[in-house]
């Protein structure tokens, strides 16, 4: 499996974090930056990490920001994405169980490495429950056509 993993400036030490937790599980990264602190603009990085996600050219995709609020505006901008916003680890579950989200946002002001290992291993770890919820995740997939 390919986790693809982007962030802005404000994430970058946060996606070495992530990246070490995704190996772990045995998955493989595929970082798209951005690599240096210089500032750069959130929506052309999260946009790389969901054409991936979009295309299957990666299965899941992980974003960081700041706030991980601009991260998944933009990520839900692209066609085939679900993105979610988590701020722990049952929001992580739920979105995974009951959205059947595709890129995990989160805020890398808000956490320190063990808090973030958790949240992603917890959402990478979680599947899509599907009964009851696929009916709503179709639905919200229709939307690309609006």
């Known amino acids: ?85 988590c701020c722990d680890i049952t929001t992580a579950k739920l979105s995974r169980q009951h959205n059947d989200a595709n890129v995990l946002c989160l805020a890398g002001n808000h956490f320190d490495e063990i808090q973030f290992r958790a949240i992603v291993t917890a959402w990478l770890s979680t599947d899509f429950e599907g009964g009851r919820h696929l009916r709503r995740v179709e639905k919200m997939m229709a939307l690309d056509a609006d």
């Open 1 to 85: 499996m390919i986790i693809t993993i982007g962030s802005d400036h404000r994430g970058l030490p946060q996606r070495r974090v992530i990246a070490e937790a995704i190996e772990s599980l045995g998955y493989q990264v595929d970082d798209k930056g951005s690599f240096t602190e210089d500032a750069c603009d959130y929506p052309d990085v999260a946009v790389e990490v969901c054409r991936e996600v979009s295309s299957g050219a990666a299965t899941y995709g992980i974003l960081v920001c700041g706030t991980g609020i601009g991260m998944s505006i933009a990520a839900n901008k692209v066609s085939g994405i679900r993105a979610a916003l």
